[in-house]
T-cell receptor, first 111, second 114 residues
Framework: QKEVEQNSGPLSVPEGAIASLNCTYS??????FFWYRQYSGKSPELIMS????GDKEDGRFTAQLNKASQYVSLLIRDSQPSDSATYLC???????????FGSGTQLTVLP | ETGVTQTPRHLVMGMTNKKSLKCEQH?????MYWYKQSAKKPLELMFV???????ENNSVPSRFSPECPNSSHLFLHLHTLQPEDSALYLC?????????????FGSGTRLTVV
């Protein structure tokens, strides 16, 4: 059974701080990794994808991947109240036909 | 609007009713998916269609019946549901199943079974 694990939270950080969201996965042959943001009552929205080891930066977001440790993280710099949402980690094995999602981490950025 | 449209947004149905959820994508994608999202649980994959052909059925009860008439449309037919089927049902699409660069989700249908 392939699994994607995330701390459910809630995670609270003050405005302007760095929020760190973590995800581990069990399938060693996973190749593609994604972070989705889901506001309450809304659908998931893709915010980051990463395919190789290391860091990938996009604005205030940085995704980090370590395949040896089977670990992917999302850093949000200068956190804003509008970043308050549930963040879903998703993992894809290229031979598979679907993404496997974690249960999400609820983030609250306090003004 | 994400390019994937789901209707209705909200649905309340009795256990003896028959209803259908509709999903339409305007992205030129060839793969479409139904997911179920219950509180505090990971997204559960239900069905996958690739080029109109069903490629995955994740042990979904027969009271859920999918239909994919073409690559742009996906339906989920519901009948004799149970209260535990109450959840957010999400449709998603991608360029092609197995070669994803991420999915685009619709806004979902919030289903309540009474």
């Amino acid at each position: 059974q392939k699994e994607v694990e995330q701390n459910s939270g809630p995670l609270s950080v003050p405005e302007g701080a760095i929020a760190s969201l973590n995800c581990t996965y069990s399938d060693r042959v996973s190749q593609s990794f994604f972070w989705y943001r889901q506001y309450s009552g809304k659908s998931p929205e893709l915010i980051m994808s990463i395919y190789s080891n290391g860091d990938k930066e996009d604005g205030r977001f940085t995704a980090q991947l370590n395949k040896a440790s089977q670990y992917v993280s999302l850093l949000i710099r200068d956190s804003q109240p509008s970043d308050s949402a549930t963040y879903l980690c998703a993992v894809h094995e290229d031979s598979a036909r679907q993404l496997t999602f974690g249960s999400g981490t609820q983030l609250t950025v306090l003004p | 609007e994400t390019g994937v449209t789901q209707t209705p947004r909200h649905l309340v149905m009795g256990m003896t009713n028959k209803k259908s959820l509709k999903c339409e994508q305007h992205l030129g994608h060839n793969a479409m998916y139904w997911y179920k999202q219950s509180a505090k649980k990971p997204l559960e994959l239900m069905f996958v269609y690739n080029f109109k052909e069903q490629t995955e059925n994740n042990s979904v009860p027969s009271r859920f019946s999918p239909e994919c008439p073409n690559s742009s449309h996906l339906f989920l037919h519901l009948h004799t549901l149970q209260p535990e089927d109450s959840a957010l049902y999400l449709c998603a699409s991608s360029q092609e199943a197995g070669q994803t660069r991420g999915y685009t989700f619709g806004s979902g249908t919030r289903l309540t079974v009474v």
